[in-house]
């Protein structure tokens, strides 16, 4: 009977250290990796986005000149275009993507303009 026990207290963490290397890494646990090249244009993609909306804002509640609006859309609007062509979209998902930001910017002008005309 002990011997039966010792066998179990040495085969039990010995197969649970192991099964990992038994059943080896499947694939499909790193297909969601960050350092991904596509990870990373989408986190630039999403930055521009930011930034559009974020000048958007500033300018529409005047925290921005409109010189300096348009020198900060140009940055982000360049940074989007480079964003854009570099992951190799078809020309119907670029669309599809340009209006979605299209919309989020007006949408951020209505809401602020929108209220300070409700606030006058």
């Known amino acids: 009977m002990l011997i039966i026990i010792v066998l179990a207290l040495t085969l039990i963490p010995t197969l649970a250290i192991l099964w990992p290397f038994v059943v080896g890494v499947r694939r499909d646990e790193f297909a969601e990796d960050e350092s991904?090249?596509?990870a990373d244009l989408m986190r630039r993609w999403d930055a521009a986005v930011d930034g559009l909306k974020s000048s958007e804002l500033d300018h529409a509640i005047g925290n921005?000149?409109?010189e300096?609006?348009?020198v900060i859309r140009h940055q982000m609007m360049t940074e989007?275009?480079?964003i854009l062509k570099t992951m190799e979209l078809e020309e119907a998902e670029e669309e599809q993507m340009l209006s979605a930001v299209t919309a989020e910017m007006q949408a951020v002008r209505a809401r602020v303009v929108g209220d300070s005309d409700s606030e006058s």
Do not use: F, G, I
């Open 36 to 38: 991904a090249p596509v």
């Open 64 to 66: 921005l000149t409109d």
């Open 68 to 70: 300096d609006y348009r």
């Open 80 to 82: 989007a275009a480079v």
